[in-house]
């Protein structure tokens, strides 16, 4: 007897401490940043997007706006350019990807810009399609189905200026027509937008100021209507430009705040509506593209706004 209950002592300690090992791992894992080749040129307010196994760097700001187009290769780690977006050359607009075709829509050049379109890499062309009914820049933008949806934004010409919108347009892929949806629950620009479950994830953003807010809202197309419930974000901000997503998780990267650009590195867990911090960036950035590929999300250009950035990062989560 004494025997058997040692035994179940025994186990219960080692089951314990296994436990304990666990939660210890859990809480403290961190995932890791890693250096690769740099953009061509130092760019901020590019419209980025991942297809197949290459990344569009399209437009941005490198001492004065352009209409370049920057392809990466994931695999070779290397750099090309493929023919120019149509004109005018432009900045601080967004984009997403669908059917192997990179959707550029909006920005700004001598002023905000209504203008969408599309690049397919395996034709290295550019089509010109139906123009948005609002022009603006800083907007945040995704697809769900076959539709994009263009979020918010501003009528100015730089980062947090003009009026902020709520105004939200859908696109019809197949039709190439665009109809309005239901507006953002408050007006804001500089926001990030990422598509997930077939909702839309909305982050932070700014109010026609340098002053950053956390409002996280959700927008479900099926209903056409709008969610605040999710928790905010823990560190407010705006011009993240994008955010990337891996499995349950979303991660809401950089950024700035009252003008001073973050490493800010933060995830939210969609099932638990909670958020935690994940490891910093290793340099401060705003403007940059943020896309997720093969379980891994690249930070691509941005800046400290006039001073712009050619770092190429990429997180393992």
Not at 62 to 68: K, P, S
Request: with cysteine; hydrophobic share 35%; glycine share 12%.
């Amino acid at each position: 007897m004494r025997s058997a209950t040692l035994l179940r002592r025994w186990t219960i300690s080692i089951i314990g401490t296994i436990a304990a090992l666990a939660v210890v791992s859990v809480a403290s894992a961190q995932g890791t940043w890693s250096t690769l080749a740099p953009l061509p040129a130092p760019t901020e307010g590019l419209h980025v997007g991942s297809v197949d196994d290459r990344i569009v760097a399209a437009y941005g700001f490198t001492g004065g706006n352009t209409n370049l187009t920057r392809i990466y290769d994931i695999k070779s780690d290397s750099w090309s350019f493929g023919t120019p977006g149509p004109l005018p050359t432009r900045a601080e607009g967004a984009a997403a990807t669908h059917g192997g075709h990179f959707y550029s829509v909006g920005g700004r050049s001598v002023g905000p810009l209504p203008d969408l379109d599309r690049y397919t890499p395996d034709t290295d062309t550019w089509v010109s399609l139906a123009d948005m009914a609002t022009a603006r820049r800083g907007l945040g933008a995704a697809i769900v189905g076959n539709a994009l949806y263009a979020i918010g934004g501003s009528t100015g010409t730089a980062p947090c200026s003009g009026s902020p919108l709520a105004t939200v347009e859908r696109y019809d892929i197949d039709t190439d027509t665009w109809s309005t949806a239901a507006p953002l629950p408050s007006p804001r620009s500089d926001l990030a937008a990422v598509a997930r479950g077939g909702k839309i994830y909305v982050f932070g953003g700014c109010l026609g100021s340098v002053t950053a807010i956390n409002n996280v809202d959700v927008y479900d197309p099926v209903t056409d209507t709008w969610s605040t419930a999710p928790a905010d974000l823990p560190t407010a901000r705006s011009s993240m430009y994008g955010a990337a997503a891996k499995g349950n998780r979303i991660y809401v990267i950089g950024g700035q705040d009252g003008g001073v650009q973050l490493t800010t590195n933060e995830f939210y867990t969609v099932s638990h509506d909670t958020w935690s911090t994940d490891e910093p960036m290793p340099s401060a950035r705003a403007e940059m593209g943020v896309v997720s590929h093969g379980g891994r999300i690249y930070t691509v250009g941005g800046g400290l706004f006039g001073i712009s950035s050619n770092l190429n990062l990429v997180f393992k989560p």
